[in-house]
Structures are given as C-alpha cells and as structure tokens.
C-alpha cells in the first residue's frame, strides 16, 4: 500500500513523549492579516470610527484593501472572548404594587370577554341550493 499507519500513544509514556514532542513545535502565525493592526482597529472603534471608514483608512493609508464586513466579523469573534457580564442586561426591578399602571393592567385582564357569533351568510335547507341572505344573516 504505501502508507505508514500512524497509532495513538497507548501508554501514559508515550502520551508524556508526544506532549513533549508537541512542545517543540513553532507558534502558528496568525490567521488574520488583519491581527497586527488589531489595537489600531480597536482605537479608531473606540473613537467612534465605522467600519467602512476603517477599510477606507486601511486601503488609503495602509494599502490594504479589507472589506466592512470582514472588518465587523474581526471585531466580533475577539468580542467574544470578553467578559459575558458586559452584554447582560441589568435586573428588572419590580415596580410597587401600588402602581396605578399595574393596577389598570389587572383591570384589564379581569374584564370579561364578549364575543359575538357573525351572522351566517347563508342559509342552508337539506334538500335545496344554498342562498344568499338578504339582510345579513337574518332570515
């Protein structure tokens, strides 16, 4: 066949020889060509810059064309590596029972419901064709 088949570690040894094997290897450069200028991003955001004025400031300054939307997604997935608590919304508060609001809502669910059958537009007899009513519903 050709091919060398390569097995997992199946002894703590072994697991202990490949992690240290692991250590040895280079750090990934980064994906984005858009992550040395991340603090630049992060300012110009800060300072109330849009995302197209960013990618226009890019391509002029920079000459590095970066489309808004690419821009937007950068800023987005390194957002989500924030605290979780900046985006919560804060505790309701429950207003006082005596409120006159909450006292017309409960007004309003206690009021009864009154509904009203439609008058029938037709008039059906067993053994002859439907008819039009003339005075809405009536007969």
Same mark, same amino acid.
């Given at each position: 066949?050709?091919?060398?088949?390569?097995?997992?570690?199946?002894?703590?040894?072994?697991?202990?020889?490949?992690?240290?094997?692991?250590?040895?290897?280079?750090?990934?450069?980064?994906?984005?060509?858009?992550?040395?200028?991340?603090?630049?991003?992060?300012?110009?955001?800060? $300072?109330?810059?849009?995302?197209?004025?960013?990618?226009?400031?890019?391509?002029?300054?920079?000459?590095?064309?970066?489309?808004?939307?690419?821009?937007?997604?950068?800023?987005?997935?390194?957002? $989500?590596?924030? $605290?979780?608590?900046?985006? *919560?919304?804060?505790?309701?508060?429950?207003?006082?029972?005596?409120?006159?609001?909450?006292?017309?809502?409960?007004?309003?669910?206690?009021?009864?419901?009154?509904?009203?059958?439609?008058?029938?537009?037709?008039?059906?007899? *067993?053994?002859?064709?439907?008819?039009?009513?003339?005075?809405?519903?009536?007969?």
């Amino acid at each position: 066949m050709g091919y060398a088949m390569t097995l997992l570690p199946s002894t703590n040894s072994d697991c202990q020889l490949a992690l240290a094997e692991l250590g040895d290897l280079p750090p990934k450069p980064p994906r984005s060509k858009l992550e040395p200028h991340r603090e630049l991003i992060r300012e110009l955001r800060r $300072k109330g810059r849009t995302y197209r004025e960013v990618a226009h400031l890019f391509e002029e300054r920079l000459g590095l064309y970066v489309a808004p939307s690419t821009l937007h997604s950068f800023v987005k997935v390194r957002a $989500k590596h924030r $605290k979780r608590t900046q985006f *919560e919304l804060p505790p309701i508060q429950l207003a006082s029972a005596e409120s006159p609001v909450l006292d017309r809502v409960s007004a309003f669910k206690a009021k009864p419901v009154v509904r009203t059958a439609k008058p029938a537009r037709f008039v059906f007899r *067993e053994n002859e064709p439907l008819t039009l009513t003339g005075n809405g519903g009536e007969q």
